[in-house]
């Protein structure tokens, strides 16, 4: 090849050669023929190009990387003309190479960032060589979609710069796992209403729009009343749908300003942004209130349910989050117990009986540390011997300002704080000593105990039980607890076992208030109940004689022994006696026990 090439004076050729080391090199190779007359005679050169060849290998790899990359890249000279593009920007964005050439960059804006942006952007390049970001990018159809843009100068060997070269990534996916993970993080995952993080938010923006504008706000603070029940004879599945029904209910009723969010459990808050006065807060809530007690069909079930809302207004109620959070709570619970299925604003006079509940209930957590609870016993007689058989144990609460105090003033208190299987633990280890020092004093008398749900349903139960006769050295038979009708109905399965193993325990077990609450005595037979206390309802105003016949004639035939309260009269004493009554406590027991 090379002699053919001569013979027309002059070839030039590229070769790899191997030096004397044996690594190989490349050189130009430049023939020149030195006479017609002797074609077979050459004048050679040869010139290392190993640099100039790994500097084109350099330029093609660089090159290949341009064109294969993943990353849209674009450059632009030094005036910001776009001299070339990449195949992956042209997917990414749909505009061909002849779209962009020689055009200058900012012909592609979303027009979505004002100019301050990018003169900012094209300042921290001259000042840096690069800048990063998130920006929205425009496709050739028009359509916008969030990229991550890379912009860098490339400067020559003086120092100047001769290019620009931006990269893109299409960030559209990671936005959308990011905006799906804020949207769990800030709401409800059962009802998908904003939850507390979203609702302080917005109430925090709500409040400084309000501020600025002058206008009115109300937080409307909801509880579902009685949704337990529901939760625990339905269970929890059917429970959850129901309160998602709630929360699309709820939505409807307001405007798409205003927020809904749920607060846990079953209850639920309202903000109304932009209210009028407080008659419009009404009648929002009242619109709620109508909303909800409209019946519920879940598969076979049709569930009518009713709620209990407390309004709290801005500015009046309170000028910060916490404040106005506060008052439409308090506002609710005196719906609550106001009837419920109502609405509530608040007033000032909540808020002070509020604090006082509070008080409340820290002096009772102190008084059940420091022993300040006493117990008076009311004693119960046999109407046939006329001997007292029995003490039932009061409890009393002797509190250092207030004097001594009825459960009237305090148990409801200790219900909401908690507090009642230790009051109740207390009460009976009480009454149980008190009883063993009267079995020393030759009077074995059985000791009457009031039992709570919550220490009904305690855990704890039977060991306190077990314990408190082991202490006590109280034979099991001389205890009684008294539970109420609405305990032992709503107790279920585990009410029953519970029954049982007290009965096993030896103790007596008792109904109070037999007649007021849900039971009928035919559904006793299934307890071991020894005994049933007839309410002092039957006894006030005309003793109901026919009712009080029918409870002891079936109680007979179950082998129970009736008591009777509330009595106060001898002529109600006499009907007693002459229906077969067993005992009876109340005033004229109390009479009777203080002559004797």
Not at 190 to 199: G, I, S
Not at 239 to 246: N, S
Request: net charge negative.
């Amino acid at each position: 090849m090379v002699l053919r090439a001569a013979e027309h004076g002059n070839s030039r050729a590229e070769w790899c050669y191997v030096d004397c080391e044996g690594g190989q090199f490349w050189a130009e190779v430049l023939l020149t023929a030195i006479g017609l007359d002797h074609p077979q005679l050459f004048y050679t050169v040869v010139r290392d190009i190993s640099a100039r060849k790994q500097n084109e290998r350099a330029l093609h790899l660089a090159a290949q990387v341009f064109e294969n990359s993943q990353d849209a890249i674009v450059l632009a000279d030094r005036g910001r003309h776009v001299i070339a593009l990449n195949h992956a920007y042209s997917t990414m964005t749909g505009f061909a190479v002849e779209d962009m050439l020689g055009k200058p960059v900012s012909a592609f804006r979303t027009g979505l960032e004002d100019e301050n942006f990018y003169r900012e952007v094209w300042k921290r390049i001259d000042e840096t060589d690069h800048w990063q970001g998130e920006t929205w990018a425009r496709r050739k159809d028009g359509a916008l979609f969030p990229a991550w843009v890379s912009i860098t100068a490339i400067r020559d060997g003086a120092g100047r710069v001769s290019n620009y070269m931006g990269i893109l990534s299409d960030i559209t996916e990671r936005k959308k796992s990011e905006e799906h993970t804020r949207h769990l993080a800030e709401h409800d995952f059962l009802t998908d209403l904003p939850n507390r993080v979203l609702l302080l938010d917005r109430l925090n923006l709500a409040l400084a729009s309000a501020r600025r504008r002058g206008e009115q706000l109300a937080i409307l603070f909801l509880d579902l009343d009685r949704f337990k029940i529901i939760n625990d004879t339905l269970g929890h599945s059917l429970g959850d749908r129901l309160l998602k029904e709630v929360a699309g209910r709820l939505v409807k009723c307001v405007r798409e300003q205003d927020t809904v969010s749920r607060h846990g459990g079953d209850e639920f808050i309202i903000i109304l942004t932009n209210i009028g006065s407080a008659a419009s807060a009404a009648h929002v809530a009242e619109t709620v209130l109508r909303a909800v007690e409209q019946e519920f069909v879940l598969d076979e079930h049709v569930l009518h349910i009713s709620t209990s809302i407390g309004i709290a207004m801005y500015p009046a109620d309170g000028t910060d989050i916490d404040s106005l959070l506060k008052h439409a709570d308090i506002a609710m619970y005196h719906a609550k117990q106001g009837g419920r299925d109502t609405v509530q604003f608040f007033s000032s006079e909540m808020n002070a009986r509020v604090v006082e509940r509070a008080g409340m209930e820290n002096g009772l957590r102190r008084a059940l540390a420091e022993q300040q609870f006493e117990l008076v016993f009311q004693p119960a007689i046999s109407i046939q011997s006329g001997e007292v058989v029995g003490m039932e144990a009061l409890l009393r609460w002797r509190h250092p300002e207030l004097g001594l105090l009825l459960p009237e003033r305090f148990i409801e208190v200790a219900q909401d704080a908690g507090l009642m299987v230790g009051i109740g633990n207390w009460v009976m280890h009480e009454a149980c000593r008190q009883a063993r020092s009267w079995h020393e004093e030759g009077r074995e008398l059985v000791v009457s105990v009031n039992v709570s749900k919550a220490q009904f349903l305690h855990k704890g139960l039977l060991e306190s039980v077990r314990d408190t006769l082991a202490v006590s050295g109280l034979p099991a038979r001389f205890l009684e607890l008294e539970l109420t009708e609405d305990i032992i109905m709503h107790s279920g399965a585990r009410g029953a076992e519970i029954l049982d193993a007290l009965h096993k325990l030896g103790v007596r077990l008792s109904i109070d208030d037999f007649g007021t609450g849900y039971s009928r005595l035919g559904q006793l037979k299934d307890y071991p109940i020894d005994q049933l206390k007839i309410a002092q309802a039957f006894m006030h105003g005309e003793t109901d004689a026919t009712a009080i016949r029918t409870i002891i004639a079936m109680a007979r035939s179950m082998h129970m022994t009736v008591i009777a309260e509330g009595v106060e009269k001898p002529e109600q004493l006499e009907l007693l006696r002459s229906l077969g009554c067993d005992l009876y406590q109340g005033f004229l027991a109390d009479h009777v026990t203080a002559d004797q």
